[in-house]
């Protein structure tokens, strides 16, 4: 029983995240003033020296308005006060190889958000009555690391974030990166995994009033906040972008071309965060113009996200991937994420020995208690002579539009398949590995057709032109909907 018991004690040890919250002490603080802090889980392995630092999501407030709404409705992304002293989290966070292939036995940090300012702000007075500490906590936190756990023989580190959380690395992973140099005397590689945070500068749909932080543009959103947040903003951005216009250094393809250290895009090019701000979401249907407009946000994110380096871009209406269990498994042209991950990993590995090349002494390996590490199961990296093609981990999904035909669906006698054109416009949903969504009024599981008629497509009228029933057509898979609609011809 002593046995039994003290195996489910170090099975929780390596499952339950343990809450480390800064003493009263410390110059950080909460919005409303509570002393905010950090969870760490241990490598199951005892040997890891990689570490994984989430940074957590959730919107933002700009004026008081959008501050006291927080307060009351998000109260956790507001204060400390009710932190749980454990939690158990998933997706990259996870233990399970299963569910996280890629980096369930990194050590691992999740840091709360509880500054509402994009995790941007350094003042250390209150304004308005409130603290905006952001940039400031992913210090307090770093430095809290060095000190107390077992961070000092570090060799590698992922600052990881979905949403607010990813712009949290955008703006801070460089700077980061310098103060660990400082603190610990050496270099340390450092490379981040951004997930939806490619926010775009984009004219919305209609315009908006603001009373609203999900209606508000970026735009209008972050001119209102930097004026509550006080934020650090990257110099060599805020240098090139000039007085007046240092807000865009918070949008995904402005900042990412001025970053030093490899940064991973994660980005659903229908973002449900990106539709809200463009005064689209989806669900909300309308016109047929609303629908195109739909479809040329997305061929905008798609054509911005070429510029980065490492890249996984799906057609699917999402938001925060990372977080979710099935995060690994969504695929874009047959490839799914965690394999494209494998991929950028030999990328990475390349880089890091061209830094070991150039400067031996900088990336110090600490030796390794071999005994503790007989657990340790590395991620299966593709073999290959370490050089891998680009577009192995820059994914940007185009449905397989072009590669259609080699889908079998029974046609109606008088039409054929038919290589599509590159002209056509990406859709929403095409990709057989999104998350569905679900009818406004009937709750169902929607097909693509569905969200065809939500934007007043008589698709009726289509069918009976194809010569197929409605309910053939409303049989067949998305991708066979697609083929038939777009890809197909007369005989």
Excluded at 313 to 319: G, I
Aim: glycine share 6%.
């Amino acid at each position: 029983n002593d046995q039994q018991s003290s195996g489910s004690i170090h099975s929780r040890k390596y499952q339950y995240f343990q809450l480390n919250k800064f003493p009263n002490s410390s110059n950080v603080r909460c919005n409303d003033g509570s002393v905010p802090g950090y969870y760490t889980r241990p490598s199951a392995s005892n040997c890891s020296k990689k570490w994984l630092i989430f940074l957590e999501g959730g919107w933002y407030c700009f004026n008081n308005n959008t501050c006291e709404l927080r307060r009351r409705t998000h109260y956790d992304l507001f204060s400390s006060e009710f932190w749980s002293s454990e939690r158990q989290l998933g997706g990259i966070l996870s233990n399970n190889e299963r569910i996280n292939p890629n980096f369930h036995d990194y050590n691992a940090v999740y840091i709360p958000y509880c500054s509402s300012d994009l995790w941007s702000g350094k003042q250390i007075e209150k304004t308005d009555g409130l603290y905006f500490h952001g940039s400031r906590i992913l210090d307090t936190v770093i430095d809290d690391l060095i000190i107390n756990h077992n961070f000092k023989k570090v060799q590698e580190v992922a600052f990881v974030g979905s949403s607010a959380g990813g712009i949290g690395v955008l703006l801070n992973i460089d700077r980061l990166k310098r103060r660990m140099k400082k603190k610990l005397k050496r270099k340390v590689f450092i490379h981040g995994i951004v997930d939806s945070a490619w926010f775009l500068d984009y004219p919305a749909y209609r315009q908006s009033n603001c009373t609203h932080i999900y209606e508000c543009p970026p735009e209008n959103a972050l001119r209102k906040g930097m004026k509550l947040w006080n934020p650090r903003i990257p110099r060599r951005c805020k240098k090139f972008q000039g007085r007046g216009k240092e807000w865009k250094c918070f949008m995904g393809p402005v900042i990412y071309r001025h970053l030093k250290n490899p940064v991973f895009i994660i980005q659903s090019l229908f973002d449900d965060a990106q539709l809200q701000m463009s005064k689209v979401p989806i669900l909300e249907g309308g016109s047929n113009k609303k629908f195109s407009y739909i479809q040329q946000l997305g061929g905008f994110a798609s054509q911005t996200l070429r510029q980065a380096k490492g890249v996984f871009a799906h057609s699917c209406v999402d938001h925060e991937i990372l977080t979710k269990s099935n995060w690994a498994y969504i695929s874009v042209n047959n490839q799914c994420l965690h394999e494209t991950l494998n991929f950028w990993q030999v990328y990475l590995d390349n880089e890091k020995k061209k830094i070991k090349k150039k400067n031996p002494r900088n990336l110090k390996i600490n030796k390794i208690d071999k005994s503790l590490c007989k657990n340790i199961r590395k991620p299966k990296l593709p073999s290959s002579s370490g050089i891998v093609n680009p577009s192995r981990y820059q994914l940007i999904d185009s449905c397989h539009i072009s590669q259609i035909t080699n889908y079998k669906i029974q046609l109606p006698h008088n039409r054929t398949l038919s290589r599509c054109a590159d002209a056509i416009p990406l859709i929403p949903l095409c990709n057989p590995t999104c998350s569905p969504l679900s009818h406004p009024i009937s709750g169902l599981q929607m097909s693509f057709i569905d969200l065809l008629e939500l934007y007043n497509v008589r698709i009726n009228l289509i069918a009976k032109s194809l010569g197929v029933t409605m309910d053939n057509l409303r049989k067949m898979s998305t991708q066979q909907q697609i083929s038939l609609l777009y890809c197909s011809s007369r005989k």
